[in-house]
C-alpha cells in the first residue's frame, strides 16, 4: 500500500546536537512538506518541496534544514540553532500543487530534548 | 495576514448531531479542507470546499460560503470514535494553513 514512513516514531536529543528526522513516500507525489505541532497550537508549516533540489521555508524555518535529493525522500533536520526543538513533527505530501490540498501525512516523529 | 478561527472544544451526545465551525481571513484563497487527527496520530482529509455550498460524504459534511469567510464541518449520528481533533485549512497560493484545532468529545 502506498504511503508516507517517518522514522523513528519517538526521539530523544541533547542540547547542542543535531538530529534527522526521516520522510519516505511511495505515493510518486510531487510536493512534500513539514510541519510542526505544539498542543493548542495547531500545526505551523517549516519547509515545503515541490520539485526535487528545490524547497521553499515556511512559517517557522528558523533552526530546521531540508534536502531533497529524491523525490520519494525529504528529511529533516533540527539543528542545535533550534532553541525549543520539542513538539510533534508530521509529514506530508500531495500530488497537486502545495495550494490545492488534500495532503497525506505520515504518523509522526516525536522529538524531546532531554 | 492569513488565519483561521474554531472553536477549541466541543462535547457533543453519542448519536447526536454537531457543527465545527471556521472563519478565516486570508488572500489569494481557492479552498477549505477539513482534518481529523485523533491523539497522538497523523491528521487524516475529511473534505474540500473549493465552490460555495454543502459536500457530503457519509455521516460528515462540511459547508463553504466565500461571501462570509466562513465554513463548517457537520458531524451527524455521532460515535464514540469521532472523540478527535478536528482542523480546518485553507488553500490558497501558499501550503495549507491551520487553525488550531477543535477537540471534539463525544459522551455516552
Known amino acids: 500500500d502506498g504511503g508516507i514512513t517517518q522514522s523513528p516514531k519517538y526521539l530523544f536529543r541533547k542540547e547542542g546536537q543535531n538530529v534527522t528526522l526521516s520522510c519516505e513516500q511511495n505515493?510518486?507525489?510531487?510536493?512534500m512538506y513539514w510541519y510542526r505541532q505544539d498542543p493548542g497550537q495547531g500545526l505551523r508549516l517549516i519547509y515545503y518541496?515541490?520539485?526535487?533540489?528545490?524547497?521553499q521555508k515556511g512559517d517557522i524555518a528558523e533552526g530546521y534544514s531540508v534536502s531533497r535529493e529524491k523525490k520519494e525522500s525529504f528529511p529533516l533536520t533540527v539543528t542545535s540553532a533550534q532553541k525549543n526543538p520539542t513538539a510533534f513533527y508530521l509529514c506530508?505530501?500531495?500530488?497537486?500543487?502545495?495550494?490545492?490540498?488534500?495532503?497525506?501525512f505520515g504518523s509522526g516523529t516525536r522529538l524531546t530534548v532531554v | 495576514g492569513q488565519s483561521l478561527e474554531q472553536p477549541s472544544e466541543v462535547t457533543a451526545v453519542e448519536g447526536a448531531i454537531v457543527q465545527i465551525n471556521c472563519t478565516y481571513q486570508?488572500?489569494?484563497?481557492?479552498?477549505l479542507s477539513w482534518y481529523q487527527q485523533h491523539d497522538g496520530g497523523a491528521p487524516t482529509f475529511l473534505s474540500y470546499?473549493?465552490?460555495?455550498g454543502l459536500e457530503e460524504t457519509g455521516r460528515f459534511s462540511s459547508f463553504l460560503s466565500r461571501s462570509d469567510s466562513y465554513g463548517y464541518l457537520l458531524l451527524q449520528e455521532l460515535q464514540m470514535k469521532d472523540s478527535a481533533s478536528y482542523f480546518c485549512?485553507?488553500?490558497?497560493?501558499?501550503?495549507?494553513?491551520f487553525g488550531k484545532g477543535t477537540r471534539l468529545s463525544v459522551i455516552a
Open positions: 506530508a505530501s500531495s500530488s497537486g500543487g502545495p495550494g490545492l490540498g488534500g495532503y497525506t
Open positions: 505515493l510518486n507525489h510531487d510536493a
Open positions: 518541496s515541490q520539485i526535487v533540489n528545490d524547497f
Open positions: 486570508t488572500s489569494g484563497f481557492y479552498g
Open positions: 470546499n473549493g465552490l460555495d
Open positions: 485549512a485553507y488553500s490558497g497560493n501558499t501550503p495549507l494553513v
